[in-house]
């Protein structure tokens, strides 16, 4: 059975940064891709990044350009989210998952993780 957990979550203040991983099991993830979303209290899920297998192609949510950086480790079956120059705004549920498409539609991943904590002070 595929699970995935997000690690890495917690309180940070503005400015400052925090590293997410998630660990995939269970399955083979060879030519799926990989993304991040995130959900803040009373607001829709929404994409964060994502990347191929391959790692060669990257997306990101304008919002989060220039200070998040996907990146993954086929090897460990890990995908990770460097997040710098945090803002309250960042302040949500992080989650990661995978999909056969690629997409920043939420709906066409089919995996996901339980999701982990970040929240930013201002």
């Known amino acids: 059975q595929v699970q995935l957990v997000e690690s890495g979550g917690g309180l940070v203040q503005a400015g400052g940064s925090l590293r997410l991983s998630c660990a995939a099991s269970?399955?083979?993830?060879?030519?799926?891709?990989w993304g991040w979303f995130r959900q803040a209290p009373g607001k829709e899920r929404e994409f964060v990044s994502a990347i191929t297998w391959s790692g060669t192609i990257t997306n990101y949510a304008d919002s989060v350009k220039g200070r998040f950086t996907i990146s993954r480790d086929n090897a460990k079956n890990t995908v990770y989210l460097q997040m710098n120059s945090l803002k309250p705004e960042d302040t949500a549920v992080y989650y990661c998952?995978?999909?056969?498409?690629?997409?920043?539609?939420?709906?066409?991943?089919?995996?996901w993780g339980q999701g982990t904590q970040v929240t930013v002070s201002s």
């Open positions: 269970g399955g083979t993830f060879r030519n799926y891709a």
């Open positions: 998952a995978v999909s056969f498409s690629w997409t920043t539609r939420s709906r066409d991943y089919d995996y």
